[in-house]
């Protein structure tokens, strides 16, 4: 007798399988539904032409919109496009990157340290070599006398919120489910790396139907426990000078209207970490800005005689701490709100409350009822706040000068963007003066990577914002911000901006060096060695001379066929540099603005501070002031091991 039942599995190869099961993840956040994997970038070689590469072929031939394919330049530029994509999505969805054996696969390393760094999920693909190592050692392949079984894959591990290696076929099913888990959990997320063999991704296995049919990963939003939300209230009730530190938590839980609302009933003023930029517009009242070692002057006189810190959704980096001198009240109290236990046990905190930010924050308006900051509080924070503000102001005014300033380009950007821009930003100088100047005016209009700080993040990963801007419908215009040192790390996503036509503004600042370490090696004592972009100089064996490099990088970007604008150096530089930004906007092509700054021109000081060890013993005199300056100030550190219980 026949059967009827219905046929119940799929013959497919690994990768196949692998790429419709992606196509068929849907992230649930409350009313927001998503696909988690929206596509997937590719380079390929020999380790994944015939086997992802195979299958991104065949359903694009057959059902384009199931995982739409993308090209990129570079291995690493293509995590950080799935960083940016997160970024703008709220960690809701990101892409999947597909890299061959062996280098395709270590270009990636840096991205997947980044995303794990950020915590934002970003879906690794790298291709491994022969799981039956028939035919050992192939083109690519890492050997290891001491380990066979090791490959270039394996770095992954460290870097990764979650690796695992599909060494059968019939591991792909236990392997993805795994994978979706990590990428999806706002307390684990990070870097998810599934290495595949290339004998494997070619293999066929029968696939069950019900692992390709579409699934929802509701994101997790934990309420606050009772006994530890009490305490936390009881701390905050007896404080006399709150201050809150938001993270990048505030965001991707879209807590920002409740932020909002907490901080305009209780009068508790807000420094925000770089992460956390946009919780709240530049101009509330309770806003003082950037807090740490690149804070404002306003949120860095408040931190520091806080005797309550109310920290929500940050990871509390060296930066946010200023190296843990931000914070000086002797009986300063934590209460640290995070989703992920880690986070919310920092500083020996013993009111760690672990849930989601925006269940907490709520949680926390309700029982703080009638609780409000005593009115010298508030005249101080008000006080501190115009007194920056007009600080900002001083440095946004066109100086005049042959060259500007970093600060007056900061300020000529600023006014001839739209309220909805997003800034783009990771590394150099530019992310101190950001965190100081920058006038955030929209949740999403801040995005300054400064987890892992990685030079060459700005295009890819503005390039990967715009993308996931362009996904939900919004026109809004992503302006990336790069000096020339980051520039020149990883600047051939904009080859993958031309191809697709996607609209990016980059305002290229060069200062012929790098800025930001050059300033920090003054004061430390090594006097911008190594720092100034120079011609060699065989005699003094070094790059200090005065001979500036023959570099035209405007030239290199109109060579990947953008439209470029040069300024000239000179009094008019701000002013052409505003109409250049008002004419990109107008414009539906990519632009590059290229412009010459002096870097020796700063931000206000805000009091912040940054633990960069100095030489203990050098012969050197300069080397020697610098020592007993960090001594000095080094007394400021606390070890932050816990504030007294209530």
């Known amino acids: 007798m026949a059967s009827t039942r219905r046929n119940t599995t799929r013959r497919m190869t690994v990768s196949q399988a692998l790429v419709e099961f992606l196509a068929h993840q849907w992230t649930v956040d409350g009313d927001i539904r998503e696909r988690t994997v929206p596509g997937m970038f590719g380079i390929f070689g020999h380790g994944n032409v015939a086997g992802i590469g195979q299958a991104l072929k065949q359903y694009n031939v057959e059902a384009p919109d199931l995982m739409p394919y993308y090209q990129a330049r570079n291995e690493q530029a293509m995590v950080h496009q799935a960083v940016g994509y997160a970024r703008m999505h709220r960690r809701r969805g990101t892409y999947a990157a597909a890299a061959s054996v062996g280098p395709g696969a270590a270009n990636m390393l840096t991205g997947a340290a980044l995303a794990t760094t950020n915590r934002m999920p970003a879906l690794l693909l790298p291709s ?69 063999p290339e004998d494997v991704q070619a293999e066929a296995l029968d696939v069950p139907v019900e692992f390709l049919q579409d699934r929802e990963w509701h994101l997790r939003r934990p309420l606050p426990e009772r006994g530890p939300l009490a305490r936390a209230v009881a701390a905050i009730r007896g404080a006399k000078k709150p201050f809150l530190v938001a993270g990048g938590g505030v965001l991707y839980s879209s807590a920002e209207e409740q932020l909002r609302a907490l901080v305009e009933a209780t009068g508790i003023p807000v420094g925000t970490s770089q992460a956390g930029g946009g919780v709240l517009a530049w101009d509330h009242p309770q806003n003082l800005g950037g807090v740490g070692a690149t804070g404002t002057l306003a949120a860095n006189r408040l931190a520091a005689e806080a005797d309550v810190i109310i920290g929500i959704g940050t990871r509390y980096s060296d930066f946010t701490t200023a190296s843990r001198t931000a914070f000086q009240n002797p009986e300063v109290v934590f209460v640290n709100i995070n989703v992920a236990s880690f986070d919310a046990y920092k500083h020996g905190s013993q009111l760690p409350v672990v849930a989601d930010a925006r269940e907490a924050i709520i949680a926390l308006q309700s029982e703080l009822a009638g609780f409000r900051v005593d009115a010298g509080y508030a005249e101080r924070v008000a006080r501190e706040k115009a007194q920056w503000d007009a600080s900002v102001d001083e440095a946004f005014a066109p100086s005049g000068s042959e060259l500007p300033g970093q600060p007056e380009i900061i300020g000529a950007v600023q006014s001839s963007s ?43 990963g503005g390039l990967g914002a715009k993308r996931g801007l362009v996904a939900d419908g919004d026109e809004r215009d992503v302006i990336v911000m790069v000096g020339d040192g980051s520039y020149l790390m990883l600047n051939t996503e904009l080859v993958t901006a031309v191809a697709e036509g996607i609209k990016l503004i980059v305002v290229l600042i060069q200062n012929h060096g790098y800025a930001s370490i050059g300033h920090l090696s003054e004061t430390v004592g090594t006097q911008r060695f190594g720092t100034k972009y120079r011609e060699y100089d065989p005699r003094a064996r070094n790059f200090q001379g005065d001979a500036l490099l023959p570099v035209d990088l405007a030239m290199n970007a109109r060579s990947y066929g953008l439209d470029v604008v040069e300024i000239s150096a000179g009094a008019s530089a701000i002013a052409e540099l505003r109409a250049a930004v008002a004419a990109a906007k107008a414009s539906t092509r990519a632009t590059v603005i290229h412009i010459q700054s002096d870097p020796l021109v700063y931000a206000p000081d805000g009091e912040g501070w940054w633990d960069v060890p100095v030489a203990e013993v050098s012969t050197d005199a300069i080397t020697r002031g610098a020592r007993r300056e960090y001594e000095r100030l080094r007394k400021n550190q606390r070890p932050l091991v816990g504030g007294a219980a209530l």
């Not at 490959?151 to 076929?169: C, G, H, I, K």
């Not at 990577?449 to 030079?455: I, K, P, Q, V």
């Open 128 to 196: 491994d070599t022969f799981a039956t190592r028939v035919a050992d050692p192939v083109l690519q392949q890492l050997e290891q006398p001491w380990d066979i079984g090791l490959t270039v894959n394996d770095a992954f591990r460290p870097l990764s919120r979650f690796f695992d290696r599909v060494q059968r076929p019939e591991q792909l099913f236990s392997i993805a489910l795994a994978a979706m888990r990590v990428l999806t959990d706002p307390a684990e997320t990070g870097a998810v790396t599934i290495a595949l």
């Open 418 to 460: 739209a309220p909805e821009d997003v800034i783009v930003q990771a590394a150099g100088s530019l992310p101190g003066d950001l965190h100081k100047l920058w006038r955030v005016r929209d949740p999403l209009g801040y995005h300054v990577e400064y987890a892992f700080s990685c030079m060459g993040y700005e295009i890819a």
